[in-house]
């Protein structure tokens, strides 16, 4: 007959995994309600598109300044 000798500690440890798991679980639950999320998604690439626009804005702005700083023939 095999007997089987467990640690005190095998309990604890086995409560932890389970616990483990079933947070990865929630957190897998909760990711893929966000990135099936259709307006989550528009309003992060209307927030991407207006970044985008703003930065090419700040660069033709820095360039109109450079230009008039950098006129030949002026001190």
Do not use: K
């Amino acid at each position: 007959m095999n007997t089987l000798i467990l640690s005190p500690a095998s309990g604890r440890l086995s409560e932890l995994a389970v616990r483990a798991g079933l947070a990865l679980a929630r957190w897998g639950r909760r990711r893929a309600a966000r990135a099936g999320d259709r307006d989550r998604m528009l309003r992060t690439l209307a927030a991407r598109s207006a970044a985008r626009e703003a930065l090419d804005e700040r660069d033709r702005v820095m360039g109109a300044a450079l230009l008039t700083l950098s006129r030949p023939g002026e001190p």
